[in-house]
């Protein structure tokens, strides 16, 4: 079932690159928190939203919002992925789809997969330079997703895709996280 603006976020433990247990209330306890689901690593898809997400970073931090990515493969995987594309910021492994199921990401339909506007927008990823791996790693069929969590833990945002390619601009992602709280309450 999605999440709803308003809830408490479900605090998770997930995975980082070296395998260490990252609770994600520890990550917002003080600053707040974009979460970015990932479709499988290796996607066309995916290396945008990552080559997006990495020049985004900067624009939100400056908005005093911490950027995690969400990513369905194991930790090991997700740390070959990240290195060899040279994405540095936040990400943490979800292999078994725990925190895809309690934020309500589910997988695509087919439509969703193949359907005219995830066909347009594999054509528009292609002309500016993005290849598709040779072997997707993770869960092919997940749908991306953010959600961002403020310092209370309550959801403030969430944006799930409506298929395959469709990957948030900067311009919406900065629009997500404006007016959050970014202390916590007393």
């Not at 898809?45 to 997006?52: G, H, T, V």
């Not at 070959?80 to 309690?102: I, M, P, Q, S, V």
């Not at 290849?131 to 969430?158: E, K, L, N, W, Y």
């Amino acid at each position: 079932m999605k999440v709803e603006v308003g809830e408490k976020a479900h605090d998770l433990q997930l995975m980082d690159f070296h395998g260490d247990a990252v609770q994600l209330s520890s990550l917002w306890a003080n600053t707040p928190v974009m979460l970015f689901f990932h479709r499988h690593l290796g996607s066309i898809f995916a290396k945008q939203a990552f080559k997006r997400l990495d020049c985004s970073v900067g624009q939100l931090e400056t908005h005093g919002v911490r950027l995690v990515s969400i990513v369905p493969a194991s930790a090991a995987d997700a740390c070959a992925y990240c290195t060899e594309g040279d994405f540095w910021h936040t990400c943490l492994a979800d292999a078994k789809l725990n925190c895809y199921r309690a934020y309500g990401v589910g997988n695509a339909s087919l439509l969703q997969m193949i359907g005219p506007q995830t066909l347009r927008s594999y054509k528009e990823a292609v002309t500016r330079g993005y290849r598709q791996s040779m072997r997707p790693i993770g869960h092919a069929f997940v749908m991306p997703a953010v959600v961002v969590v403020d310092t209370d833990g309550v959801i403030t945002a969430i944006r799930y895709s409506k298929h395959a390619g469709d990957i948030p601009s900067v311009s919406e992602l900065l629009q997500m996280v404006s007016g959050i709280s970014q202390s916590p309450s007393s």
